[in-house]
């Protein structure tokens, strides 16, 4: 028998698949932001999403993606930042959806991150699994924003929960990460300055033993000193390059 | 039978348990006192270990080194009796749940933290490690039955230095077991939402102070707060009842309604009395960024004016409760956009 928690993440995960395939038939760009996209570049263990899907889109085709978004099933509404959906899934819950457009905006700092014109035609089909037992046989495809974006929408806030995800990323996708776009996009962004402070920062942290803890709070798991050591040296090579 | 021993290991087991009992012991010692290879003891400790008839700790000053200790016959006997009727093919294919569902009533248990958290709030997806309160005297069989080559059993500390499918952390509690579980809707049992709502609050980790914030929200109604084991007792008895009354309050402030009913809130504020030094929460994360705010703030000469600027703005974020702070005798350093992020994510603004 499927308990509520499958079943919620089971609709979340076809939703998300519906979504993506629709997005495709009508060209719209849509790609995933959010716990959703940081799955896609770690481990399993590091996995504290939400059920809510976040996206980005551009302008172009908002008005489309409005009556896809309205035929699944969401009530939507334009919001400051783009496009906020709702779907019920029973009495007690339901999933949102936040879709942001050409930009997002940090809630802690207040910081805007405009979307670098290569974003879309970067971004990259990831299978995202489902973290229920039940659900082990389900895996969908959903198109992800692609690793540099995360890494410094997750650096440019103020939330150490933020931290932790870019934290998680680097450890597990470092290899993945294109240090050189990395640089422009902050450059582009004015962002320089922030993201090395950041940097510095969990730097730090990390030799305090601050990130153990940040890595306890998250994953319940013990921050060993060989994943400290390894945090220490790629934190060092994106500092060096900014 | 899916928990048996061959002969060899069993022979090996018996010995060991005559010499040590619950005494640790090194591979070295195994290979001493059964007058075996290094090898065979390494293979006799990673049977007993993967079978769960003993458990391993590793020294906090060096990972490899490695500390065992026996699970007793008694517990092992008990464990291999549960098992018994369980064919191998169905025993392969058991989750940590459906364990936890065939143990039923045998020994009294209640999954805490975030993965019985996520049974009442749906919101944070939880870690992969299931924290189970148990009666300290159980221990050896609850190292015993969960053990297996997917589920890693721990006391203390979990080192991820094997990647597993299950982590759990077992918790000894003297609390009566019967006042604190609930049965789950998958049939395995969870601490109640009003004991779990104060261990999390009682954590005060950025983390478990969101788990709470979402419970309530999707809870509130349904939570006992006054009556015999409430909330507001229970919290009471663990000496939280500010931060409690306080983080209330914020929750009702920041999603300009009554997700919480104002008389719980006035009945825990006719409770509080005076100011207090409490700094809440004391999350360490949250407490050192503060801290190294604030010394930046002091230290003012060193910095230039748009630093100033800069650092008072997010000592605002800081002190964004400074009112019910106040009211609450309280020092708040939660950054309002912690609840606020709640409340949008689930839907309420």
Not at chain 2, 227 to 244: F, H, P, Q, T
Request: glycine fraction near 4%; charged fraction near 30%.
């Amino acid at each position: 028998m499927s308990s509520e928690n499958s079943i919620v993440e089971k609709t979340n995960l076809l939703d998300l698949e519906e979504i993506n395939k629709e997005a495709e038939k009508y060209e719209i760009d849509l790609i995933l932001i959010g716990g959703n996209s940081v799955r896609a570049y770690t481990e399993s263990r590091s996995w504290r999403f939400t059920k809510d899907l976040d996206f980005i889109t551009t302008s172009t085709k908002l008005g489309l993606l409005y009556d896809v978004l309205n035929n699944l099933g969401y009530n939507t509404m334009k919001t400051d930042y783009g496009l906020k959906g709702s779907k019920k899934i029973n009495e007690k819950y339901s999933i949102e959806l936040h879709i942001s457009v050409d930009k997002v905006i940090d809630w802690s700092t207040g910081k805007t991150y405009i979307l670098p014109e290569d974003i879309f035609e970067l971004s990259k089909s990831v299978p995202i699994k489902a973290s229920f037992e039940e659900n082990q046989e389900l895996e969908v495809v959903a198109k992800s924003a692609p690793i540099e974006d995360v890494v410094i929408m997750k650096l440019m806030t103020a939330r150490p929960r933020d931290h932790f995800d870019s934290v998680a990323i680097i450890l597990d996708s470092f290899d993945k990460l294109d240090i050189s776009r990395f640089k422009r996009i902050c450059e582009k962004n004015e962002l320089i300055k922030t993201i090395k402070e950041r940097i510095e920062s969990l730097i730090v942290d990390n030799r305090k033993g601050i990130i153990a803890k940040l890595w306890k709070q998250n994953t319940g798991l013990t921050f060993i000193a060989t994943r400290q050591n390894d945090l220490r040296k790629k934190l060092r090579v994106l500092l060096e390059i900014l | 039978m899916v928990k048996s021993m061959p002969n060899w290991l069993k022979k090996n087991y018996n010995s060991l348990w005559k010499k040590y009992e619950k005494e640790v012991f090194t591979t070295q010692n195994v290979a001493d006192s059964l007058n075996i290879s290094n090898y065979m003891a390494t293979k006799t400790l990673w049977q007993l270990e993967n079978k769960g008839f003993v458990y391993k700790t590793r020294s906090e000053l060096d990972y490899r080194n490695k500390l065992y200790r026996l699970i007793s016959p008694e517990d092992v006997r008990y464990v291999i009796g549960l098992y018994s009727l369980i064919e191998k093919e169905e025993f392969r294919r058991l989750t940590l749940e459906d364990k936890l569902i065939l143990l039923n009533e045998k020994i009294p248990y209640a999954l805490t933290g975030s993965k019985a958290a996520y049974q009442f709030h749906h919101y944070v997806n939880p870690p992969k490690v299931y924290e189970i309160k148990i009666r300290s005297e159980d221990e050896g069989k609850w190292i015993a039955f969960l053990t297996d080559k997917y589920t890693r059993v721990y006391l203390n500390d979990i080192l991820e230095t094997k990647s597993a499918k299950y982590y759990i952390k077992l918790i000894h509690s003297t609390i009566k077991f019967d006042d604190i579980i609930h049965k789950s809707d998958s049939g395995y049992y969870i601490e109640k939402i009003e004991y779990l709502l104060i261990e999390l609050l009682m954590r005060e980790t950025q983390t478990s102070i969101i788990e709470v914030v979402a419970m309530i929200i999707q809870n509130s109604a349904d939570i006992n707060w006054f009556r015999e084991k409430g909330v507001i007792k229970l919290a009471v008895e663990s000496n939280i009842i500010r931060e409690l009354g306080f983080l209330l309050d914020a929750l009702n402030y920041e999603s300009d309604s009554s997700i919480v009913d104002e008389r719980i809130i006035s009945t825990i504020e006719n409770m509080v009395e005076g100011n207090s030094k409490i700094i809440f929460p004391k999350d360490d994360v949250l407490l050192n960024r503060y801290d190294e705010l604030r010394n930046k703030i002091v230290h003012q000469s060193l910095i230039s004016k748009k630093e100033i600027v800069k650092y008072k703005k997010i000592q605002k974020r800081f002190e964004g409760y400074s009112e019910l702070s106040n009211k609450w005798g309280l020092q708040s350093i939660l950054p309002r956009e912690v609840i606020r992020k709640v409340l949008t994510d689930l839907g309420v603004s």
